[in-house]
């Protein structure tokens, strides 16, 4: 079945931004997936057309949307036209697009999604799940990408998967990223190379666990619920860890770069391996570390990531600063004051602060984006989040998670 639809997409025209919409019998969740953002990443399309296709209305609880990104990039294949779509999403971006008369391919799909998802949050009350399906041009195993919020990492940990945050300090304008500011849960879900079946079949399961995990979909109406998540658990190799982006090397314009062949997402290297070559000189590693999403496609800019594992510790002492509000002591500092009233931006005098070092903000929640060559700003995810939303949900109480472990 998925086989046959995969092929159908590959001969057909796509045209209706809309892959499948359900409202359920009952009063339940909404959620959003979105696929084909980059126009040759078809593995969620592909797999979306499925579970549309095998879900049945009476089951559902809340609402369910199937939505694709950039359409006519997807129709000739390639991951975008004018610009890369899933880098446009910044609110200052967002505004100067919608208030122009005249725009890019990537604009107008911007546009079109923008007023979908403005209508969506007007519809329902919430609580709003966001899913966006990837897939990478090197082997990989899959893995879950989030902005880190208590609630998107407490919400992925339900997952049999590696969680990789941090990525959104290195890149500008993801679609996540911008829905996270809003304060929804948002994952990105990166389900192996773009070509591979078993993308597809990741990104099935995934959905399906997904539907399950809201509470959309019950357990006992999923269809052989436990294969799914063994699934993405041999795909993952077992594979829980938490990790955290340190490094991006960005390609410059008019800059001749080749990734070395054989590299794949979540390989250990170590410094000085030779990863790439740049205008005939050899990039090696500065770190013992994983290689992370390298470039194997003649489009993007994003040349390789390197990341490291956080520790099971870090990660609940985060989870304890946070909860005592910790971050609000910062101001004490020399060279700390919030932006504004609302206390969740802080900007950062790099001369005076210089004792303050970015994994310390990362524990508190905030990411940072270099303001000058002497100030950092730095964003709390916590204080985006509505955390409230989602406090009743099985999930967040713990009890999904409970469940699955005494199954």
């Known amino acids: 079945m998925i086989e046959a639809e995969r092929e159908m997409l590959k001969n057909q025209k796509v045209i209706n931004r809309i892959i499948g919409t359900i409202e359920g019998h009952a009063k339940g969740a909404t959620i959003v997936f979105f696929a084909g953002i980059h126009g040759n990443e078809k593995a969620g399309v592909t797999a979306l ?13 809340g609402n369910i949307y199937g939505l694709l990104g950039n359409i006519k990039a997807l129709n000739l294949n390639q991951r975008y036209i004018d610009k890369d779509l899933n880098r446009l999403w910044t609110p200052s971006k967002i505004e100067t697009i919608l208030n122009k008369n005249k725009h890019s391919n990537e604009e107008q799909e911007a546009v079109e999604l923008f007023n979908i998802l403005q209508d969506i949050l007007k519809k329902h009350k919430g609580p709003f799940y966001f899913i ?5 041009s090197s082997i990989s195993l899959p893995f879950i990408t989030i902005n880190d919020a208590l609630i998107n990492r407490k919400f992925s940990k339900l997952f049999p998967l590696p969680v990789v945050l941090g990525i ?30 078993t993308s597809i079949t990741n990104c099935t399961a995934f959905t399906f666990l997904t539907l399950s995990f809201t509470d959309i979909v019950e357990k006992k109406h999923i269809s052989n619920f436990e294969k799914h998540v063994d699934i993405l658990k041999d795909e993952a190799e077992n594979i829980k860890d938490v990790f955290e982006v340190i490094y991006q090397y960005k390609i410059q314009p008019n800059e001749k770069f080749k990734m070395i062949n054989g590299f794949k997402s979540f390989q250990h290297i170590k410094k000085d391996t030779p990863i790439a070559i740049s205008n ?22 994003d040349g390789f990531f390197i990341i490291k594992t956080i520790k099971p ?9 946070r909860g005592i509000r910790f971050d609000e002591l910062l101001v004490f500092l020399p060279g700390v004051s919030w932006i504004n009233n609302t206390k969740g931006a802080l900007i950062v005098n790099l001369k005076t602060a210089k004792f303050l070092a970015k994994p310390f903000f990362h524990l508190l929640g905030y990411r940072s984006k270099q303001e000058d060559a002497t100030h950092l700003r730095l964003f709390s995810r916590e204080k985006e989040a509505k955390t409230k939303m989602y406090k009743k949900e099985g999930w967040y109480k713990g009890f999904l998670s409970t469940q699955r472990n005494s199954n």
């Open 49 to 61: 057309q499925h579970v549309f296709k095998q879900i049945k209305i009476k089951h559902v609880k």
């Open 132 to 136: 966006d399906f990837h897939t990478t």
């Open 168 to 197: 959104e300090e290195f890149l500008d304008g993801p679609l996540l990223s911008y829905i996270n500011q809003l304060g929804y849960v948002s994952l990105g879900f990166e389900a192996g190379q773009h070509d591979l079946k």
């Open 313 to 321: 510790f870090y990660l609940r002492l985060s989870e304890l600063l």
């Open 280 to 301: 005939n000189i050899k990039i090696t590693s500065r770190y013992n570390a994983k290689i992370f999403m390298p470039l194997y496609q003649t489009k993007g800019d």
